[in-house]
């Protein structure tokens, strides 16, 4: 996974929670070769400043697939609803759906 902070300089706790985000999508490794996150902060909308997170998975077949921007004031909750977003997704995916259920081989 590649990781960017826009903004600001990031976490050793924002990286930790990335890391364990990413193994929730590893059910799905057989279709997915890896992904990109981008953790931007925005201008301060009232007291705290805004995260606005954005996740691209990439497919074993080099296509990228973007998932909606998920915006919220920690930066922690805005990665939990875009790994939510990745995983809804990949289960809605056809050939993610035959993977989950043992009819497609990793490799193959």
Excluded: W
């Excluded at 301060?44 to 077949?61: F, M, Q």
């Amino acid at each position: 996974m590649q990781i960017v902070y826009l903004g600001f300089a990031g976490s050793s706790a924002l990286d930790a929670e990335a890391g364990v985000q990413l193994l929730r999508l590893d059910r799905f490794s057989g279709t997915l070769s890896g992904c990109h996150l981008a953790v931007e902060q925005l201008g301060a909308s009232g007291s705290a400043p805004a995260y606005d997170v954005r996740l691209e998975l990439l497919s074993v077949s080099r296509e990228f697939k973007p998932i909606a921007h998920c915006e919220n004031e920690d930066p922690i909750a805005a990665m939990h609803a875009a790994f939510d977003a990745a995983e809804r997704e990949l289960r809605s995916a056809p050939i993610a759906h035959a993977a989950l259920q043992g009819r497609v081989r990793s490799g193959n």
